[in-house]
């Protein structure tokens, strides 16, 4: 019964309460509930021999965010994502507030890294994806999804945000590759892929006002995690970025201007070493009181070769929920056209028409 009851006030909370939804469990517990949806149409086209069409439709992300909060001094946070069709884990990490301005964190979620990559939520990307130089630098790093198993510490105050964090550097939840160590008395206390390092991840942010926003990130990975084998084992690598936004949410303000660099560099694997960069440039104008137009160019060179891709991005987005006077990410729909142009692949199309609900 009790049960029962926990679950009817979730979902009437959900359906009544415009944004994050909060239910007192006792005088000591909370638990805030948020979530968003991403219905997405696209048609991608490939420029090869035969012109390969593909024409979609689905879900890009169903996502629930759970949150139970003791007083103020910390909690358990976890996050799951149905968009795939069944439930996977995203983010699972117990917090605590060691003072007003200091948090510390353990457990898997997003680690330290460029500003474009998953430390933007979802529900604040510009267009309908990440840069692609974002998107490139998770594949060589951490994976798609941006986040590993560690801990790190972020300090907030004022206009100045840093954290640092110390993670796994493997970018999965297996135990095998991934997770903790054995005990002692298991007979392979090493149990599984044997990782010769730890990374380690920094950010620091300062926004001087009027909606401007600096930051720099850099990191180091000695794991050399499976994904950055090219034949020879796994890779450390080093890695740096640096970002200027202004106007760094979608409909923040009436001009919005985004400037993102980074690199990774691997390390020698017998091969020589390789170094890969991007860059980006994203602006916005806002139109029909409650939208917004862009656009966005990128370069990634894959190698020291300056052998790599062009990426141009351009779109409209309106906001029903601005035009009501909420959040502008609440309500959203958003038309955008990509055009990729590489030394090395295809030249390539996509229009996504996608639509988010963020609650």
């Known amino acids: 019964m009790l049960r029962l009851s926990l679950l009817a006030a979730v979902l009437v909370a959900l359906v009544a309460t415009p944004s994050r939804a909060q239910i007192v469990l006792s005088d000591d517990l909370r638990l805030d509930i948020a979530g968003g949806v991403q219905p997405r149409a696209s048609v991608g086209i490939e420029e090869n021999a035969t012109d390969e069409t593909r024409y979609g439709f689905g879900l890009r992300r169903a996502r629930i965010q ?120 298991a007979p392979d206390v090493v149990n599984g892929i044997e990782t010769p390092g730890l990374a380690i991840s920094s950010v620091l942010v300062y926004e001087p006002g009027d909606g401007l926003e600096v930051g720099v990130y850099g990191g180091f990975n000695g794991a050399n995690p499976d994904r950055t084998d090219r034949g020879d084992g796994g890779r450390d690598y080093t890695s740096a970025g640096a970002h200027v936004y202004w106007g760094a949410s979608p409909g923040s303000q009436p001009l919005r201007v985004k400037l993102d660099a980074l690199v990774l560099s691997y390390a020698d694997d017998g091969r020589g070493g390789q170094d890969q960069a991007g860059v980006s440039a994203f602006g916005a104008a806002r139109v029909l009181g409650s939208g917004e137009v862009f656009g966005r160019v990128e370069r990634y060179w894959d190698d020291a070769d300056l052998e790599g891709d062009d990426f141009v991005t351009a779109g409209l987005s309106y906001s029903p929920s601005a035009a009501r006077g909420a959040p502008y990410e609440r309500a959203r729909l958003t038309l955008a056209y990509h055009y990729r142009t590489s030394d090395v692949l295809e030249d390539a199309h996509l229009v996504v028409l996608q639509g988010q609900l963020a609650f």
């Open 66 to 185: 759970a949150r139970v909060l003791y007083r103020d001094l910390g909690g358990v946070e976890y996050d799951v994502e149905g968009g795939s069709g069944s439930i996977e884990s995203v983010d699972l990490f117990a917090f605590a507030n060691l003072t007003n301005d200091v948090q510390a964190r353990v457990g898997y979620f997003p680690v330290a890294q460029p500003a474009g990559g998953i430390l933007t939520p979802y529900f604040l990307i510009d267009a309908v994806d990440r840069a692609a130089i974002d998107e490139r630098w998770l594949s060589g790093t951490l994976g798609g999804d941006g986040r590993d198993l560690g801990a790190d510490v972020t300090y907030r105050s004022g206009r100045t945000t840093a954290s640092v964090a110390v993670h796994n550097g493997f970018g999965t939840f297996q135990r095998g590759t991934n997770n903790f160590r054995e005990g002692i008395s």
